[in-house]
């Protein structure tokens, strides 16, 4: 009887995942037609099927709670939604160049994609991906899985939706990867919050609905830090171990300058969770020592990667921004890379996205992205304070390495993409998952004990996003006055101040005024 029950809770779930794969890949190909209707269908049909059975069987697996169901709902079919948007309506509005006209936003992915489907129609043997003839992905990971994908499952066209299907679902396998990671490690509310800003974080919904290398490495990066958290509580050793290798040789595969830093950062996690139970002092400072010196040439590795790109990006930056360019004329030339640094922070800067003219599918993106950063941000940095102030314990340690490893990459990221609107946030957004445990706890913290800090730096933050957003419009449309750009960043910092002085002031009190607030244990 058991047994007959438990086989109907399969089959039934698989002949509704079939039926669904079938008419939305009949929807998909009738949206995009790409070559014949039928061999498309079979094709698109067939990759939401397999797919959503590696979903659902990880569901299962991850106890098939109703909330992670919508997670996993959600996360595949918004990045779904998108990537049919996006290819169908860059054509029609957005702009007259070949990329967007192919239905692509990012130019790496339009020509690693058509380099894809010429070595899937060559004679060529997939591993051709990793050679130097295929310069345009110069790791060569996705450009042979993309390859696979298009001889195997569409080989009669070209049908760039297949791998948008492929990198949604990725991305969505990556939730339950790092809920379950995090679940007794920061705590099960915050990891559930975490689960969400994956699912929800614009940028990622973004670059999985455009062909991206990023969704498959943030899978990687969520399945290794849940190896690591298993392998150290000694639960499921073996199958730990074995994601853990999988995804390591993966992550090489598709990215090894990113698989050295993440590798790394695994491992940190790690010792951190089990450095307590050493005893002998001088094994842990042994490991603190290689520890440093990891971290020592992780970094010489980096500022070696950020440094071959580093001063044309800058270039680029400040050529694409007459705006830049003319605050940077007013600055001693020593300033201008920390300047770029720290705009790059702030990249992609919502008052201009709302202020810049652009076809309105643009205008639309463009704010789509800025949101979620400007969402994140105070997060991280509220985050970032309240760490150092919490009692010893594990979790302490663990906030703190977050903090650290997510502010020294936003740096990295910064700088290697020299502020750039686009490469920046999509670098930024590979650590994604330490990000969204470092904003989940932050949340998290803040409802515990009704600390009102977090809403004041909200405040500054809309103060400062109030002001910028004016001075943008200004300089855009010039029949409305503009603000002295020094002026505006004096008031910014002086009007955060009074919030952050009257904060402190109202806390020592113990009273509740309408503006600042108080903290109430």
Known sequence: MFERKEKYQIIVPLGVILSASLGLGALIQTILPRGNFWPGLMSIAGMLFMVSIAL???????????????????????????????????????????????????EDAYRRDGDAWALARSDQPLLGAFSDE??????????????????????????????????????????PFLISGLKRKISPRAAIWAGWIMVLYPELILLAASQMREPFIILMFSAMLWSGTHWIERSNQKTAAIVFLLSAISLFLFSFRVAVPITGVVLLWAWVIKSPEVEKKWVKGAVWAVVGVGVLAVS??????????????????????????????????????????????????????????????????????????????????????????????????????????????????????????????????????????????????AQETKDRWLRRGLLIEVIFLGFFTSWYIGRYYKAIPTINFWFMVGSIVFLSLLIIVGGIICDSKRIKPSVFGTNRD
Do not use: C
């Open 134 to 175: 295929y310069e345009v992905d110069q790791y060569g990971g996705l450009l042979a899985l993309s390859g696979f994908v298009y001889r195997y499952i569409s080989p009669d066209e070209h049908r760039p939706i297949l791998i948008v299907l492929l990198a949604a679902g990725a991305m969505a396998l990556s939730v």
């Open 300 to 445: 010489w590795y980096l500022i070696d990667w950020v440094k071959n790109f580093l001063s044309w990006d800058v270039y680029v930056t400040v050529l694409r921004s007459g705006m830049i360019q003319a605050q940077l004329e007013k600055l001693p030339e020593w300033v201008v890379f920390p300047f770029i640094l720290v705009y790059g922070v702030f990249q992609p800067v919502l008052p201009a996205a709302i202020a810049a003219p652009a076809p309105w599918i643009w205008w639309g993106l463009a704010i789509f992205r800025s949101v979620g950063w400007y969402a994140m941000l105070p997060l991280l940095v509220y985050a970032s304070v309240r760490a150092w102030r919490l009692e010893p314990s594990q979790r302490r340690r663990l906030i703190r390495l977050m903090a650290i490893v997510v502010w020294a990459w936003i740096l990295i990221a910064s700088a290697r993409a020299g502020g750039n609107q686009w490469d920046n946030p999509r670098y930024r957004t590979i650590f994604l998952p330490l990000m969204a445990a470092l904003g989940a706890w932050a949340v998290h913290f």
């Open 56 to 106: 659902f069987f990880t569901w299962k697996k991850a106890g098939a709670g109703k909330m992670l169901a919508w997670m996993l709902f959600l996360a595949f079919f918004l990045r779904i939604a998108f990537g049919v948007f996006l290819a169908w309506g860059l054509p029609r509005f957005g702009y007259e160049e070949d990329v967007q006209q192919a239905g692509y936003v990012f």
